[in-house]
């Protein structure tokens, strides 16, 4: 602490100044609002007036040697031999152009208000959700608890191998079904492979014997009402009639596995990609949250009468994919 003199003629007596004035005093020295204003000044030139170097380098295009790499790569990648040098100069020379080009259009402002850049830009976004997602990993209980809650997504399909005798409704009219259980009652207690069922029923144009079929092909290649019978069914013999979108048909099964819930272990490399994107579903939608509570939204009354009498104009170049929940 500084000790003062009270006056020249009484210089040897002393007195302890405060602390408080002894900081008023230096903050009054017009030497510190120089320098602080000079300082401020500094900062805001530096930060509006890049120096020759900053400027210099926004106006370097520097290539790496991995970069180099990646143009050869590119170039094999579409079925050619290894470039030769003059084809990587000449590669350079595209993406060196192409590196000009965008800054230039940046620095026009050509990015501002293109759908198309906007929906890339957003996709990176996307994409960067997704690749910290991944860098997660779980543990092997993790995985277990999440594949407990998950389980029913994994579910594994009823499987049914079955034979069928096919009875056209163009062939036989609205007498089909009657034809069909006419057969039916011929060919009870024969074997499927048998001469006598040989020689029944119409030409199907698809299968006559079907392994491994799911209710869902089933139900694609029949209908749903087909598919949901076949797989009630009792196996070993013939029953029916069944009727299908094509008509109706005599059916052997020769086996169904019903539908199960895997083990674990059977679907553990499932269940990581499972617990990987929803982890990427979770990030992607508090991120979001997080970003939407930044912004206020301002749109106008939305009337479906607004919207009726809409064209297309001729050659419109639709810049915005939108879809409807």
Do not use: C
Request: charged fraction near 25%; hydrophobic fraction near 40%; avoid cysteine.
């Amino acid at each position: 602490m500084e000790l003062f003199p009270i006056a020249p003629e009484a210089s040897h007596v002393w007195i302890r100044e405060s602390p408080m004035s002894g900081w008023r005093r230096v903050l009054r020295e017009p030497l510190l609002h120089f320098l602080v204003v000079g300082a401020v000044l500094f900062g805001a030139y530096h930060l509006l007036t890049p120096s020759q170097e900053e400027a210099a380098n926004k106006n370097q295009i520097v290539l790496t040697k991995d970069d180099l790499r990646q143009l050869a790569i590119s170039w094999l990648a579409q079925g050619r031999s290894s470039p030769t040098p003059e084809q990587i100069r000449s590669l350079v020379d595209q993406k060196v152009t192409q590196e000009i080009l965008f800054r230039e259009a940046v620095a026009l402002g050509l990015d501002r208000d293109d759908e198309v850049v906007k929906r890339r830009l957003a996709q990176k976004m996307d994409f960067l959700a997704s690749d910290v997602a991944s860098m997660q990993e779980p543990t092997d209980a993790d995985l277990k608890a999440w594949f407990e809650k998950n389980a029913e997504t994994f579910a594994l399909p009823a499987h049914a191998t079955f034979r069928h005798l096919y009875f056209s409704t163009d062939r036989h009219g609205k007498r089909t079904e009657e034809a069909a259980t006419a057969a039916l009652t011929a060919i009870v207690g024969k074997l499927p492979d048998s001469s006598e069922v040989a020689a029944v029923g119409d030409p199907f144009m698809f299968q006559n014997h079907y392994g491994d079929a799911t209710p869902d092909q089933m139900s694609k290649e029949f209908g749903p009402e087909f598919s949901k019978a076949l797989f009630q069914l009792p196996a070993g013999k013939w029953v029916g009639p069944v009727k299908s979108g094509y008509g109706w048909h005599l059916i052997w099964i020769d086996s169904i596995e019903p539908g199960r819930i895997p083990t674990y272990a059977e679907v553990m490399p499932n269940v990581k990609a499972g617990w990987v994107q929803d982890q990427y579903q979770e990030i992607k939608r508090t991120s979001l949250e997080e970003m939407r509570s930044r912004y206020s939204v301002i749109v106008p009354p939305i009337e479906a009468a607004d919207f009726q009498d809409l064209q297309v104009p001729p050659g419109y170049n639709l810049g915005l994919e939108v879809s409807a929940q």
